[in-house]
C-alpha cells in the first residue's frame, strides 16, 4: 500500500510561482502512474497532469495552458508540481494520487487508487 503524503502549499501573490511535492512510502512508488488533481470550492475535482513511473511522459489538462510542470524523481519516492504565473482561479487544495492502470493517460480520478491528503494553494493579493 502506497502513502502518500503532499506539501507546499500556502498563499502566493497573483503572477508568482509555488512547487507542491509529494512524498510516496509503501510499495513499489515506480510501479505507478502519479497524477496531481485538484479541488477548488463548490467544484468538482479536476485532473491536472501525469506523469509515468519513469519521468519521460506526461500529460497535461489543456486548460493549464504550460503553466503547470509534472516531474518526479523516483530516487527519492517524491513528485512534484511546478505551478507559475497563479492566478486567483487556481485556488484550490492540490491532491497527488497514484493508479496502476496500463494506459497511463487517467484523468478520472475514480481510476486512481491512492490518494494523499490535499495542500492548500491560495492565490490572493
Known amino acids: 500500500q502506497v502513502q502518500l503524503v503532499e506539501s507546499g502549499g500556502g498563499l502566493v501573490q497573483p503572477g508568482g510561482s509555488l512547487r507542491l511535492s509529494c512524498a510516496a512510502s509503501g510499495g513499489t512508488y515506480s510501479n505507478y502512474g502519479m497524477g496531481w488533481f485538484r479541488q477548488a470550492p463548490g467544484k468538482g475535482r479536476e485532473f491536472l497532469a501525469v506523469i509515468n513511473w519513469r519521468g519521460s511522459i506526461t500529460y497535461y489538462a489543456q486548460s493549464l495552458k504550460g503553466r503547470f510542470t509534472i516531474s518526479r524523481d523516483n530516487a527519492k519516492n517524491t513528485m512534484y508540481l511546478q505551478m507559475n504565473s497563479l492566478k486567483p482561479e487556481d485556488t484550490a487544495v492540490y491532491y497527488c494520487?497514484?493508479?496502476?492502470?496500463?494506459?497511463?493517460?487517467?484523468?478520472?480520478?475514480?481510476?486512481?487508487?491512492?490518494w494523499g491528503q490535499g495542500t492548500q494553494v491560495t492565490v490572493s493579493s
Open positions: 494520487a497514484a493508479h496502476t492502470k496500463l494506459l497511463l493517460d487517467q484523468r478520472d480520478g475514480d481510476d486512481y487508487t491512492y
